[in-house]
Structure formats: structure tokens, C-alpha cells
């Protein structure tokens, strides 16, 4: 027999958004069920001190937070629960989530807050110092290498732009591109190449990273695999990966509408509203561009808006 039950609003990741929708849909006595997925928590649990969230004047652990985050869930009411959604059939109402391969929960209205998933060179080193000085987010750690020589990978906007950021704050930037030129925007490539504290690496690649007591510096291999290839070490403080995210839609794949690098697209930015009804996003999972704590908090209090809103306007379909 099926091992199914019933949720008014049925909520899939953790983290900012995730608890944050929790504490709202609560509050609005929808009962909301939370699977907490791979991570609880999610990525901010892997960030030792956090300094830009408001409210913390003298900065949190990320794991310190995020479990304050939850503690207001569960004290509103939250059914909080471990384990990971392995399936979703979004194609009417109720819609039918698989937990594990083996529950299925019929929910009303489902918010998808599963985040992105930083990507990595696959470098072991980049374990070794995580923490230590490797971050994948320049905006979140940036502040730490005020004065400091760092070096970011990546030859896109992205990199450029957080290059540029990065120079207003330390006193030098190495960005290691592998290619022979930037992909980014003309203007975001005059922005780092006319900028005097950043230097381009260009036909370079990061083979690991070294230091005794946390990073001191990067092991790279200019023009790998030709003739004249060399190797080089440069000294940094920090290294900063911006080649990009994966968003964590694989299980939604083909029933919701989805940019081409697999972001959930919303009705207008800013918004949490899906093209399917009863649908909402929060989070990175469908923000390409911020990606920051208290921005993806703020969307889960939306999504959890629109959820109540949602079920109000179809008062028949709420379960007493």
C-alpha cells in the first residue's frame, strides 16, 4: 500500500529560504511540512563567520544561525523532518512529492527552496582549505581580504565582475583565466583590464593551492598541455572560485519552466511565482544573480505570502 498523507504547503530545502518560508506559511496556520534535503541547513552552514546579515552586529557562525533559523520554524509549528525529495509530479493538483523514493506527500502548494550548488575545479585542496581561505562567493568573504593579495578563477561576468569588487577591498587580484581571452561582456572586460590592482593570468591553470597555516598560495600551470607549458606560483591570501552554479532543479526537470542554465524562472524578477499554480521558488534555486543570505530569506517570506494567498483565493481547497 502507498504511504501517502496530506499538507497544505509542502516546503523542499532548508536554509534561508527554506526556513524562512517555514516560519511565514506557521505563522499563517498552513501546517507547512519541511523536508530539510542533503544539507540542512544549506550552504551557509559551511561558512564560518557571517557578517552582512542584519542583526548580528559582532557577526555569527553560519551553523550558529542557521539552527536559529530553524528553532523559529519549529517553535511556530513546523513539522520538520529529514530526508531528501527524490520526485515530483507538479501536473495538477494536489501535487504529489516522493520523499526517498518510497513517501509520497499530496501538498496542496509546494515551495521549492533548494538552492544552487557552487561549482568546484575539483581540486582536493579546495577541501583542505575551505574555510581557510577558498570561497565561492566574494560578495559573502571579500570583506576578510581587506588589504591582502587575492585571486579569483574565472573568465566570465561573473568573474569580472566579482574581480572588481574584490579590488575595491584587497591590495591586489589575480584573476586566472585558462583561456587566451574573457568571455564577459565588453564592458565588463574593460572594467578588469583598465582596473591597475587586478592582473589577468590569462592561459593559466589552478592545479592546487599550498600553505602551512591555512592558503599562502596557488600552484598553476601556464599554457597546459603545449610545448612551452610552465609552471607558476603566485602568493595570495584567498582564492575565489566564480565559474559558475548548479541549480538543484533535476528532479522538476521538464514541468517547470526553467532558464538554460537550469534556474527556475519566475512570473517577474524578484517574484516567486512559477508558471505552474501553486508553485512558488525561493532562493538561489532561482536567483542567478545575488545569491545572498538575506536575499534569499526575504524570497521565502514572499513565497510563503503567495502560498497563503494562494490557498485563501481557493478556500475550498484547504483541509481543516
Not at 533548494?114 to 570583506?143: H, I, N, R, W
Not at 591597475?196 to 599554457?223: D, M, Q, S
Not at 538561489?284 to 534569499?296: C, F, H, K, L
Request: aromatic letters at 8%; glycine letters at 10%; hydrophobic letters at 35%.
Amino acid at each position: 500500500m502507498e504511504n501517502t498523507e496530506r499538507t497544505k504547503c509542502l516546503i523542499t530545502g532548508s536554509g534561508p529560504a527554506g526556513y524562512t518560508a517555514a516560519i511565514y506559511a506557521s505563522r499563517a496556520n498552513l501546517n507547512p511540512v519541511l523536508y530539510e534535503g542533503i544539507q540542512p541547513g544549506g550552504q551557509l552552514t559551511m561558512t564560518t563567520k557571517i557578517e552582512n546579515f542584519p542583526g548580528y552586529p559582532d557577526g555569527i557562525d553560519g551553523m550558529t544561525m542557521m539552527e536559529d533559523f530553524r528553532k523559529q520554524a519549529v517553535r511556530f509549528g513546523t513539522d520538520i523532518r529529514n530526508g531528501m525529495v527524490t520526485g515530483a509530479d507538479l501536473s495538477k493538483r494536489p501535487f504529489r512529492i516522493t520523499v526517498e523514493g518510497n513517501k509520497v506527500i499530496e501538498a496542496e502548494t509546494v515551495i521549492i527552496a533548494t538552492g544552487a550548488t557552487a561549482k568546484y575545479l575539483g581540486l582536493p585542496d579546495e577541501q583542505k582549505y575551505a574555510d581557510q581561505g577558498v570561497s565561492a562567493c566574494a560578495t559573502c568573504d571579500g570583506f576578510f581580504y581587506r588589504g591582502k593579495t587575492v585571486a579569483i578563477t574565472g573568465g566570465g561576468d561573473t568573474a569580472c565582475e566579482e574581480a572588481a569588487y574584490l579590488a575595491c577591498l584587497a591590495s591586489q587580484v589575480y584573476m586566472i583565466v585558462r583561456k587566451s581571452y574573457l568571455r564577459a561582456s565588453k564592458a565588463m572586460q574593460d572594467k578588469v583590464l583598465n582596473n591597475p590592482k587586478i592582473k589577468i593570468l590569462f592561459e593559466h591553470n589552478t592545479v592546487g593551492l599550498f600553505g602551512e597555516n591555512g592558503l599562502e598560495g596557488a600552484h598553476l600551470i601556464k599554457r597546459m598541455g603545449y610545448p612551452d607549458e610552465e609552471k607558476v606560483d603566485v602568493a595570495i591570501d584567498g582564492f575565489f572560485l566564480a565559474i559558475g552554479h548548479t541549480p538543484n532543479t533535476g528532479i522538476f526537470k521538464n514541468q517547470i519552466k526553467t532558464n538554460e542554465a537550469g534556474y527556475i524562472v519566475t512570473q517577474e524578477k524578484g517574484s516567486p511565482i512559477t508558471n505552474i499554480p501553486g508553485v512558488f521558488a525561493a532562493g538561489d534555486v532561482a536567483d542567478p544573480d545575488y545569491r545572498q543570505a538575506i536575499t534569499a530569506a526575504g524570497s521565502g517570506c514572499k513565497a510563503a505570502l503567495e502560498a497563503e494567498r494562494f490557498l485563501w483565493n481557493d478556500c475550498s481547497k484547504i483541509w481543516k
